[in-house]
């Protein structure tokens, strides 16, 4: 359920992202806020500016997090982003341990828009293979016997 507090927190992901554009970047634009309404970070896409394919907001966001805040406060945090989380920033967003994501696109409502936002091709992946080979350093760190 999205609240008035959550939609005030979603505006400000959207003025990020408007400011984005003004600066030459894409438009897309994610803050975190902490259980008391504080605001601990603010982000907006840089990819073309720093030529770095995962410089998304909610991945520098979540990377943040993940240095910056210890468990128990990262649970307490929300994202609030301009547009739905990529699959690469989802993964980083779980990873560090963000209590909740409030979006104001979804992914569909970024493609109706623009359509070249859902034009990745997938990836052919081959494997599983050396399975014996390829555990032994996954076992040396881990310590199975
Ligand atoms: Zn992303």
Known sequence: MITADDERFLRRAIAL??????????????????????VLAEAHNTVRRDMDISAHPELKLARWAARELDPE???????????????????GIVRSGLGRVV?????????????????????????????EEARSPIDAYYGAD
């Open 17 to 38: 992202a408007a400011h984005a554009v003004t600066v030459g970047d894409a438009p897309y634009g994610s803050l975190l806020v902490g259980p008391d309404g504080a």
């Open 73 to 91: 406060a990262a649970a307490r945090t929300t994202m609030y982003t301009s547009c739905q989380p990529c699959g690469m920033c989802t993964g």
């Open 103 to 131: 979006f104001a696109l979804s992914t569909e409502q970024l493609v109706e828009l623009n359509p070249e936002s859902g034009a990745w091709p997938v990836v052919p992946q081959d494997g599983p293979a050396l399975f």
